[in-house]
């Protein structure tokens, strides 16, 4: 049983996320959101190009990986999500936040403990990895996946890309991921499925959604 909070329907998306750069380059400068680009796994190099004093998204990046504004963003950490987070609260107000592994957990297996959003079966084609697109990571196989889908109407929560949650893991500097993801197989789409990640790790299947705390008197009562 948890206490109430928001969680966004889908992983933040680059279009969002290019919206809270450019947002960083106004206030401060392009060095400020030079540092929250999503960038390289191994080099560290900003996928993004920047001309004109503002990034922009490529159609495809250095490493042929494909970009589209309606796709989640992915090479970005930890920091980076709890920037964005930060971002919101500036936009919207306060409570902007990644959510807990349990609030994670909760919104994928609905009240009744299903095994993946959808129910207790694995099926395949129902969520975007590598299984699904038949053995070949595809970035953008250009499928909705729309039974991707908890109980609750939180999508792409077996598939697509993996995400950062607010939670730790036990005795280590590591942050639970959550999620299975369009390079990966079965295992991660089980909505138990956990591991961990450090805190400054960036990857090509890595992405975010946001939470919203809640307080009880939001809700109206009769």
């Known amino acids: 049983t948890l206490g109430p909070y928001l969680l966004s329907r889908t992983p933040v998306t680059c279009g969002q996320y290019l919206c809270f750069l ?12 030079a540092q929250r680009v999503p960038r390289d796994d191994r080099t560290q190099q900003p996928l993004w190009p920047m ?6 998204l490529p159609v495809t990046d250095s490493n042929g990986l494909k ?13 980076d999500a709890g920037a964005y987070c930060a971002w919101l609260d500036t936009q919207y107000g306060p409570g902007h936040r990644l959510p807990t592994e349990d609030e994670w957990e909760k919104a994928a297996r609905g009240n009744d403990g ?25 970035r953008d196989p250009g499928v ?11 999508r792409q929560l077996a598939g697509g890309v993996s ?3 607010g939670s730790g893991i036990k005795d280590t500097v ?9 390079t990966g197989g079965t295992l991660e789409c089980r909505s138990a499925s956990r591991y961990g990640e450090s805190m400054d790790s960036v990857r090509n299947n890595l992405g975010f959604r946001v939470a919203r705390s809640l307080r009880e008197d939001h809700f109206e009562t009769s």
């Open 22 to 33: 450019d947002a960083l380059t106004k206030k401060h400068s392009i060095a400020a959101a």
């Open 51 to 56: 001309s004109n004093g503002q990034f922009s």
């Open 67 to 79: 970009w589209a504004s309606k796709l989640p963003v992915v090479g970005i950490d930890c920091s």
């Open 114 to 138: 299903r095994a993946f959003p959808w129910g207790n079966r694995w099926h395949a084609t129902y969520c975007h990895t590598r299984k699904a697109t038949g053995g070949t990571a595809v």
């Open 144 to 154: 909705d996946f729309a039974l991707d889908q908890s109980i609750y109407g939180i």
């Open 163 to 165: 995400e950062w949650t």
């Open 174 to 182: 590591e942050r639970v991921i959550k999620g299975g993801n369009w």
